[in-house]
């Protein structure tokens, strides 16, 4: 359902989607059949001449079984539905994955997105890390952990293309990951209103098979535009 | 117990009022007139914020030109605009028409009494809303310009001037919303005091109209859950204007505190909209379906419980915002469980249907289209109830497009249904029906080709509060800017179709049929007083109760109605 | 004075008009404060250092000021059993004993305040301190106002007129009373 509108460029994108599109089958269900029967007792029980309504009070266990009986259908619905809401949600939020060695830093401000990543060595926070700003290089089919921050107000990292979102809140270091597996250069935008500034600080993900990542590293820790700390 | 009502009927009348304008029109104390001030000055701003919206829209549809009636656009004005937009509808056209103008006209007349219990405290009341909007509008004057935060206002970004740029207009909208809140507060003691105490002789509990009932559990919502973000706004007024730092991070503070004392009441706060609502709702449909209510105790039993519930889901605004991701599930859950009393309610009142003998007047189309779209708005509220699809929902206009569609039938449809099933009472003339049902299909029609196209710019990762998309790539494509031009021009449609009302509503005033006491044939009291009601409601003798409200096509009667003041 | 609606008279749910308003306000009250001392216990309870800036609070101070408070109450509830005897001059003699009370509480937290920001310890100093002003301000506000509302149904008790609000106003102050007996352990006594 979403693939159509937005790529999904990132391993557990297609998880999210399709978390969505059961939600989608399961409340269209719901939604049509109720729309259907509003409309049809619309039609079917306008006034006509002579024709008293019925007198109905909906307190017999008869009439209330109308209202029971799909309430409780819905309550199964749900719980299905929270079932896989919670699982998506484990998957993406409270697990990193074993293997990812690739850390890099993502770092937000008023109005711009600076990212810190390891150089050559491929450890972050080394001498020869390699800093941009607004654009952010990654490897595909490589699970990478990303350390969220702000430097003054509350942002958001978001890459729709990833279905990745996390808020970013200044004094703290947030965690997440992610893993692409789709090259190709996505949108970052930032989700959550920081000031006048909040839509002039769009970025981009560049994703990079493994022997343009190398590449680029080493072009970019040739003109030294390494910063080995950050505040 | 009860009382005698013939010993009652002089109370009211002991003095004589010398009536100036001032004291008839602007210092009243009469329900009547209050409940007009609330509903034109609710109205008033309600134009306001349709400006906003309608700058805003034009700047998306083309970015960088200038907004006729309006200028250029930029960055600041226009977070100006949809933060004020957001906050004018919720609390100063929402609130102030369903609770407080309904709420006010309506409770002692469906109630059987001369007014309110405190006349003077309910223009009190009104005195302070009317002053809260007159700072939020200075407030867009100031030096530095209308506070541009978001009607959620999340600090640091809130907290200071040194990030908003308004160091003056921060202030002014923090003390605007903190006066609407006392407003409300102390119009609450009438709604639950007048009801509790003041029925007329003979009314059970379960004879009291459903609308009543919704309004009052809404103002005790209110008053639970507001209490908390009173004390956030004082704190954050306070590193505003003082420099503490309660939500700075930098010195100890928390801004997520902020969050969650904002959202609990944030959500308890939809509710306290919806609920009146929907009370509208099902007295309109009542009449026009010529039915019983389905199932009375257990629309008041789930309105209850929806409310009880409401204080447990706030946190599904906050998924993704650096809480413990464990909060997730309980929140999911509580949320998703939310969903069955309202499933509930949308299946009783399409249960009232069954049977009935439905004509389709405009406010029973009102009343009907509120079911019709809530149940979008109803349904889209699971993908972000659902955490895992949340993280790619959140802060897009996807979310924005869910509620409006439970916000515009709140607080547009549930409005108007309201006002063309009341105006006659209200105003003792009858509405044009034929002009209704113009401005009835020119507003339902343009409004679903507005927000249907924002769920499909939201499931394309569009995020919101943004004022030009031209810098994202994924997102300056020419299809979804055609969307954008599309929403916009549907937009202007819908604007241009409330002229019709406008019209409808001044000319009524003045020559629309007279309407005499009940031309709908509804049972509850308000149709057994004159219309309008004279100041003390029935100076003839206050009314007694010996039915429910909705006793329609009952078998043991001839006529198809069956008001509640008739002995037989 | 102007007519009553009979609105006002009746009492279906069997308690006084006055009287259920004041619940609701009372009610509205608890949750604001409720807000306030809450977000305060959570911030306490993330914040050790803070047991380091408490130590600075004064509790002689604060036990005084509690009994004074305290003491208040008795009079106010003396002033309601007065006028539940119609002896309106009698009730606002003990209502003026809790204005001077209520007064006494404001005077001596006015040195208090003055002594603790003479040592460096202002509203804005750390969070603790911003608490413990902003929580103890709205709350001696809150007595303000009651001491001037109190002089209004004290005047009219006086002259035997709406005796039923001495009962209210006291309502009010209890809670006044009671929202103290919840800030002095966390301001004073918690270190």
Redesign the interface.
Known sequence: MIESLRVAASTYASDIDNLITLIGVLVGFWFILCEVVFFWLIWRYRAKPGVKAEYVTGEEKSQKRWITIPHLLVLVCDVFIIWGAVRVWVEVKQHLPEDATHVVRVMSQQWAWSFDHPGPDGILDTDDDIRTVDELHVQVDTPTIFKLESRDVLHSFSIPAFRLKQDAIPGRVITGWFQPNLTGTFDIQCAEICGIGHALMPARVVVESAEEHAAWIAEKSATHLASATNP | ???TVPS?AH??D??HHVETFWSKYVFS?DHKMIAKQYMFTGLAMGAIGAFFAYVFRMQLAFPGMSVPGYGMVG??E??MLVTNHGTIMIFWVAMPVLIAAFGNFLI?LMLG???????R?NRLSYQIFLLSAIVLICGFFVEGGGF???WTS????SANAK???TPLGQSFWLVAVALEFVAF?LG??NF???T????APG?KMTDIPMVIWMIVIASILF??????????A??LF?DQQ?????YD?????????WQH?FWFFGHPEVYVVLLPAMGITADVMATF??????????VLYTAIGTGVLSFTVWAHHQF???ID??M??VF??TT??I??PI??M???Y???????????TTPMLWA?AF??EF??GG??G??LG????D??F??TYFVLAHFHYTFFPIAIIGTYAGITYWFPKMFGRMMNDTLGKIHFWGTIIPFNLIFIPLF?LG???Q??????YS?????ATPELQAVRVFATVSLLVMLAFQAVFIFNFVTSLRRGKKAGENPWKANTLEWSAASPPPH?NWPEG?PSVYRGPYE????DREE?YWPQHLPN | MSARPIATTRSTAGMPTGRLAVWWVIASEIVIFGGLLGSYIMHRLNHDAWSNHAANTNVYIGTFNTLVLLTSSLSAVLAHKAADAQDGPKAARFLFLTMLGGATFVVVKAFEWRMEIHHGFTITANTFWSFYYTAAGLHALHVIAGVIIMGIVAQQAKKNLELHRVELIGVYWHFVDVVWIFLFPLLYIAK
Not at chain 2, 113 to 119: A, E, G, L, R
Not at chain 2, 196 to 199: E, H, I, P, T, V
Not at chain 2, 242 to 246: A, E, M, N, R, S
């Open positions: 117990m009860a009382q009652e109370g009211h002991a003095h104390t960055p600041n226009y977070n002692p009494c001369d007014d309110m219990v405190f006349p405290i541009g935060g978001a999340y600090p640091p970004l990030y908003n740029l507060l609450g003691i639950i005091t007048t509790m105490n003041s029925r009314m008053m639970v859950s507001v209490g908390p973000l009173i004390a956030g004082v704190m306070m003082v420099g503490t730092h309660f991070p930098t010195t100890g503070g928390d801004p997520i505190l004392l379906a010529r039915k019983k209510l389905f199932a009375y105790r257990t993704i915002a650096g991701p464990r997730a599930h999911t859950i998703l469980l969903s069955i499933a509930e949308c299946f009783v399409i249960a009232t249907l069954w049977g009935g003998s439905i004509t389709l009907l079911v019709a149940l979008i349904v889209t699971i993908f659902a955490s895992g699809a993280i790619y959140h802060d499909i499931a394309a990762g995020h919101r509060r943004i004022y030009d810098l994202f790539p994924e997102l003390g206050l329609y096509a009952h078998p198809d």
